[in-house]
T-cell receptor, first 113, second 113 residues
Framework: KNEVEQSPQNLTAQEGEFITINCSYS?????LHWLQQHPGGGIVSLFM???GKKKHGRLIATINIQEKHSSLHITASHPRDSAVYIC???????????????FGEGTQLTVNP | KAGVTQTPRYLIKTRGQQVTLSCSPI?????VSWYQQTPGQGLQFLFE???????NKGNFPGRFSGRQFSNSRSEMNVSTLELGDSALYLC????????????FGQGTRLTVV
């Protein structure tokens, strides 16, 4: 079983829909990242969370440390939101864990006009 | 300020050759991590450098190595290339490492023929 599991793997939505992507992890973490990857490869960091909720524009990320679960929500989705969304965790491990990230497999989101 | 810069963006090499990839972090960032992304394995951690020292290493063979210079720029080297080394290689920089946001470069796409 992977340390980080994402669902769904693929998601197709119509423009304007509310979207939720889920991430579950099995290890103790110091932080969880939500990343966005467009075709061509570049990765953009959307959020870094260690507790609670963060909002940036139409994006909202939440994390429940006790349940080891995080969600990424996109409100009023738009075709330009089409990308792969990746959840990544930084495990607890003291100084030796450094900035090592463990990644989920990603969610391919397609938003149709 | 300038983002994380990776060079070259694309590279084609022949089996058995070696390759060196470069990553220039955001100014002031001391931590540089390297990741390999393939369709089959997803994103996997290679190693992390902090203040010129390797702080963490992933589960890759010794053919994969790296270093960091005093200006925090990092290089990774792959010797005796194999077809399976074809991948997108990404680096990420952060200010300190553990609980600071990671900023990714555009990646170097390596094709081994």
């Amino acid at each position: 079983k992977n340390e980080v599991e994402q669902s769904p793997q693929n998601l197709t939505a119509q423009e304007g829909e509310f979207i939720t992507i889920n991430c579950s992890y099995s290890v103790g973490i110091s932080a969880l990242h939500w990343l966005q990857q467009h075709p061509g490869g570049g990765i953009v960091s959307l959020f870094m969370l260690s507790s609670g909720k963060k909002k940036h524009g139409r994006l909202i990320a939440t994390i429940n440390i006790q349940e080891k679960h995080s969600s990424l929500h996109i409100t009023a989705s738009h075709p330009r939101d089409s990308a792969v969304y990746i959840c990544a965790v930084r495990s607890l491990g003291g100084e030796t864990s450094g900035s090592r990230l463990t990644f989920g497999e990603g969610t391919q989101l397609t938003v149709n006009p | 300020k300038a983002g994380v810069t990776q060079t070259p963006r694309y590279l084609i090499k022949t089996r058995g050759q070696q390759v060196t990839l470069s990553c220039s972090p955001i100014s002031g960032h001391r931590s540089v991590s390297w990741y390999q992304q393939t369709p089959g394995q997803g994103l996997q951690f290679l190693f992390e450098y902090f203040s010129e020292t390797q702080r963490n290493k992933g589960n890759f063979p010794g053919r994969f190595s790296g270093r960091q210079f005093s200006n925090s720029r990092s290089e990774m080297n792959v010797s005796t290339l194999e077809l399976g080394d074809s991948a997108l290689y990404l680096c990420a920089s952060s200010f300190e490492g553990q609980n600071t946001e990671a900023f990714f470069g555009q990646g170097t796409r390596l094709t081994v023929v």
